[in-house]
């Protein structure tokens, strides 16, 4: 029996395989950003270090247990559930997502509009964004992002799905 990714649709096959290599590197990055609370402190100084080119890392916009933050801030966090969420998402959504094929440019500017939004006006004074908004902000980033990165890893073209089941 095959996987549900891998049906055909408009000309395309779906390969498991490119979606589960999409989880793996999602979760790669979701993990360990959220695993300092839960080690020793030489490993969590790793972890901050390892995500310190990504983020901020303010503790005081950071989600703590115990004392120790994770290794990135809300609006991080945030992203990279969404990450996970999104690729998740994909074997729901595919056979959708022919019709917003070449409309990625668009889905990107809505997910990253919120964020920004939140940012500006918290930056023009005009309110404070909150745990929160941070988060969801995030999130929603995260998880158009997700869906994209496993579409782009989990698609294969016509002419190879054509190609194998010539074989």
């Avoid at 966090?77 to 969404?82: A, D, K, R, V």
């Avoid at 959504?93 to 990625?104: C, K, P």
């Avoid at 006006?121 to 909150?130: E, I, K, P, R, S």
């Avoid at 745990?131 to 995030?138: A, M, S």
Wanted: charged share 10%; with cysteine.
């Amino acid at each position: 029996m095959k996987s549900a990714l891998s049906k055909p649709q408009s000309g395309s096959r779906w390969s498991t395989a490119g979606w589960g290599v999409a989880l793996m590197a999602v979760l790669a990055l979701m993990v360990p950003a959220v695993l300092p609370p839960f080690v020793g402190t030489g490993t969590q100084a790793l972890l901050h270090t390892a995500f310190d080119p990504l983020c901020h890392q303010l503790v005081s916009r950071s989600f703590v247990i115990d004392g120790v933050p994770f290794a990135v801030c809300y609006r991080c966090t945030g992203i990279f559930l969404g990450l996970v969420f999104g690729v998740l998402a994909l074997p729901l959504l595919r056979n959708r997502l022919v019709d917003f094929a070449h409309q990625e440019r668009l889905w990107v500017l809505a997910a990253m509009l919120p964020a920004a939004v939140d940012w500006g006006g918290d930056v023009l004074g005009l309110w404070a964004n909150t745990v929160g908004t941070r988060f969801v902000t995030g999130l929603w980033f995260g998880v158009v992002a997700g869906v994209l990165f496993a579409r782009a890893l989990a698609r294969r073209p016509a002419h190879e799905a054509a190609a194998e089941s010539s074989v």
